[in-house]
């Protein structure tokens, strides 16, 4: 069992930049990907960002260049630093945590955080 929980979410300037963090509890957290999703007012949660277990990332195109996701197994975290936002950004933000995996499709996750918000104004 594995329980997330994001911090970081605020509002900020368009341009601006934010740094999300994912604290997780377990003892093996090392094996699991992490992934960062999002989901906007009236609007279906989307994929933004996944780090593997071994350090691979991959990036949602609306993102790239932009956003970079990190972790940190020794402190058991996972990052998302945002930069460039703006108002189109402005969501829930969640992260996630797949076994042995590192999915864009949010069906393939077995643990959620509760999110944060991020609010980007122009």
């Known amino acids: 069992q594995v329980q997330l929980v994001e911090s970081g979410g605020g509002l900020v300037q368009a341009g601006g930049s934010l740094r999300l963090s994912c604290a997780a509890s377990?003892?093996?957290?090392?094996?699991?990907?992490m992934g960062w999703f999002r989901q906007a007012p009236g609007k279906e949660r989307e994929f933004v960002a996944v780090?593997?277990?071994?350090?691979?990332?991959y990036y949602a195109d609306s993102v790239k260049g932009r956003f970079t996701v990190s972790r940190d197994n020794t402190k058991n975290a996972a990052y998302l630093q945002m930069n460039s936002l703006k108002p189109e950004d402005t969501a829930v933000y969640y992260c996630a945590a797949q076994t042995m995996g590192w999915s864009t499709r949010s069906a393939s996750y077995d643990y959620w955080g509760q999110g944060t918000q991020v609010t980007v104004s122009s």
């Open positions: 780090i593997s277990w071994t350090g691979n990332t």
């Open positions: 377990g003892r093996t957290f090392s094996s699991y990907g």
